[in-house]
């Protein structure tokens, strides 16, 4: 997998979690200058496990009877938060096989 191919999934993922926050975003990949793909990475993880938290405890709210809390904004933040880990999933499963490629090439 090349470099612009993981800048590509990478803008695709910021645009879905973008999406899912309600905010518009520009997909196109930056080539100014350098990203650490480490910190990136971890950016990622760390939002989408955010996400995750707040749906929890709206969940946790609702069920407990928190009459401030909507059914319809619980049910929203579960599905965003599970479409963000299903992206991320689809990610890490990407990035595997391309280890997986370069570690089976011949030299």
Do not use: H, W
Not at 39 to 53: G, P, T
């Amino acid at each position: 997998m090349s470099s612009l191919q993981i800048q590509q999934v990478l803008a695709e993922m910021r645009a879905l979690q973008a999406r899912a926050a309600g905010t518009p975003v520009d997909i196109t990949p930056s080539t100014s200058q350098p990203t650490d793909f480490a910190a990136l990475l971890k950016d990622s993880v760390d939002r989408i496990a955010s996400m995750q938290n707040q749906a929890s405890e709206l969940s946790n709210a609702y069920e407990t009877g928190d009459k401030s809390v909507d059914l319809t904004k619980v049910m929203l933040e579960v599905q965003k938060a599970d479409l963000a880990f299903r992206a991320m999933t689809q990610v890490r499963n990407k990035l595997l096989d391309a280890y997986t490629q370069v570690m089976n090439m011949s030299v």
